[in-house]
């Protein structure tokens, strides 16, 4: 088993009165494998709204904020948007 806290990013869309909107989120990323599982967990450390996650929404995140700026978006989790007042 191994723990570790990485810092990614993620181009995350939301809905807005102005339209669909793209930003840049930080996320910080702990994992760890047992039984050849992995196991991830997302906190965005602007709101402290943390989420579960699958290998594959770990796999779409990037490791600089400039990869993540020009890789496909994924729509925000809704409680990271109410968080930040975006609904």
């Known amino acids: 088993m191994h723990i570790s806290d990485t810092p990614r990013y993620i181009l995350a869309r939301n809905h807005s009165n102005d339209g669909i909107k793209n930003r840049v989120q930080e996320i910080r990323i702990s994992g760890y494998s047992l039984d050849g599982i992995n196991y991830y967990h997302g906190l965005f450390p602007d709101t402290?709204?943390?989420?579960?996650?699958?290998?594959?929404?770990?796999?779409?995140?990037?490791?600089?904020?400039?990869?993540?700026?020009?890789?496909?978006?994924?729509?925000?989790?809704?409680?990271?948007?109410?968080?930040?007042?975006?609904?």
């Open 48 to 87: 402290g709204v943390s989420i579960a996650m699958t290998e594959y929404s770990y796999l779409r995140t990037y490791a600089t904020a400039e990869e993540a700026g020009m890789g496909k978006p994924e729509w925000l989790h809704w409680r990271q948007q109410e968080a930040l007042g975006l609904k």
